[in-house]
């Protein structure tokens, strides 16, 4: 983890920059997983290795917290695993871009509800159109899209509204990282009877990419954020994470060799534009942006 001394020599808007780049990275290595243990398994590896680093870094207090409190971070748990399950099956039958910024409109859309500033709107429109472009639902006949994709995405889009609420709740209920780190917890319990099947296929190789997507996508950009928030405003901090699109899709092109259509960049470009608008303008920067953890298949 990086550490308090590194912080303060960085400037907090890269320390944000280097948890995207990671959270995206990490996806794209994920991607690369899907295919041989499937979306289950690949989670379920990489929320036990995360768990395990976070528990051990966290110490979360287990006494003293109100029934509430447990039930709000078993919600959250819930919400997390479900999150990263939805994400990676789409990551099996898309572009990291293109499931990237479909799953983005989730807490956009939560942000302009809780705006309801008329610029949030028109942004959210043009949102909208950018993921009409980037689906290629425009271009491509209805009966070859990929339907099962693009909806696995927006739920998992939908969960990370879901995932941003109840982290603010989380957060209010539980001291900095303890909640996240039993909210981990339940989501491991949660998903790994689905994943656990793939485990003979746990290979040395399939063991070391585990522990890569955890530390890519979990351990370095939770701590990264932490430390970048101490310094930065929530709207400085959402508008960064509006970059997460792009990120994504040049995750993809170095990692996978995907490439997108220049209607499903300018797609992209729209829903970047439109995040920037409504996260960048919205008092506060967005819904609970405060807590760790706010990247893009979290």
Same mark, same amino acid.
């Given at each position: 983890?990086?550490? /308090?001394?590194?912080?303060?020599?960085?400037?907090?808007?890269?320390?944000?920059?280097?948890?995207?780049?990671?959270?995206?990275?990490?996806?794209?290595?994920?991607?690369?997983?899907?295919?041989?243990?499937?979306?289950?398994?690949?989670?379920?590896?990489?929320?036990?290795?995360?768990?395990?680093?976070?528990?051990?870094?966290?110490?979360?207090?287990?006494?003293?917290?109100?029934?509430?409190?447990?039930?709000?971070?078993?919600?959250?748990?819930?919400?997390?695993?479900?999150?990263?399950?939805?994400?990676?099956?789409?990551?099996?039958?898309?572009?990291?871009?293109?499931?990237?910024?479909?799953?983005?409109? +989730?807490?956009?859309?939560?942000?302009?509800?809780?705006?309801?500033?008329?610029?949030?709107?028109?942004?959210?429109? +043009?949102?909208?159109?950018?993921?009409?472009?980037?689906?290629?639902?425009?271009?491509? /006949?209805?009966?070859?899209?990929?339907?099962?994709?693009?909806?696995?995405?927006?739920?998992? +889009?939908?969960?990370?509204?879901?995932?941003?609420?109840?982290?603010?709740?989380?957060?209010?209920?539980?001291?900095?990282?303890?909640?996240?780190?039993?909210?981990?917890? !339940?989501?491991?319990?949660?998903?790994?009877?689905?994943?656990?099947?793939?485990?003979?296929?746990?290979?040395?190789?399939?063991?070391?990419? =585990?522990?890569?997507?955890?530390?890519?996508?979990?351990?370095? /950009?939770?701590?990264?954020?932490?430390?970048?928030?101490?310094?930065?405003?929530?709207?400085?901090?959402?508008?960064?994470?509006?970059?997460?699109?792009?990120?994504?899709?040049?995750?993809?092109?170095?990692?996978?060799?995907?490439?997108?259509?220049?209607?499903?960049?300018? =797609?992209?470009?729209?829903?970047?534009?439109?995040?920037?608008? !409504?996260? +960048?303008?919205?008092? =506060?920067?967005?819904?609970?942006?405060?807590? /760790?953890?706010?990247?893009?298949?979290?």
């Amino acid at each position: 983890m990086p550490t /308090p001394g590194f912080s303060s020599r960085v400037p907090a808007p890269l320390l944000v920059l280097l948890a995207v780049v990671s959270v995206q990275f990490g996806g794209a290595l994920a991607a690369t997983l899907v295919p041989t243990i499937g979306a289950a398994g690949s989670v379920t590896l990489r929320l036990l290795i995360s768990t395990v680093i976070l528990l051990a870094v966290a110490r979360p207090r287990l006494r003293g917290h109100s029934r509430a409190a447990w039930s709000t971070v078993a919600l959250f748990g819930l919400a997390l695993g479900a999150m990263n399950w939805s994400f990676y099956a789409s990551l099996g039958r898309l572009p990291i871009g293109v499931a990237v910024t479909i799953e983005f409109l +989730g807490p956009l859309v939560l942000t302009m509800a809780l705006s309801r500033r008329a610029a949030d709107i028109v942004a959210v429109g +043009g949102a909208a159109v950018g993921v009409l472009l980037i689906s290629r639902a425009l271009n491509v /006949p209805f009966d070859q899209l990929d339907l099962a994709g693009l909806g696995l995405a927006a739920l998992a +889009g939908v969960l990370w509204a879901a995932y941003i609420l109840l982290s603010k709740r989380t957060g209010a209920a539980f001291s900095r990282l303890d909640g996240l780190a039993l909210a981990m917890v !339940v989501a491991t319990v949660v998903v790994t009877p689905f994943g656990w099947g793939s485990m003979p296929l746990w290979t040395g190789g399939v063991l070391l990419k =585990g522990l890569g997507i955890a530390v890519l996508s979990s351990v370095l /950009p939770y701590s990264l954020e932490l430390l970048a928030l101490r310094r930065l405003s929530p709207r400085v901090f959402g508008v960064l994470l509006s970059l997460e699109p792009a990120v994504a899709a040049l995750a993809g092109l170095i990692v996978l060799d995907q490439r997108l259509t220049t209607w499903q960049v300018t =797609g992209m470009v729209l829903v970047v534009a439109a995040s920037v608008v !409504v996260m +960048g303008t919205t008092r =506060g920067g967005g819904p609970a942006l405060e807590e /760790p953890g706010a990247t893009a298949g979290a």
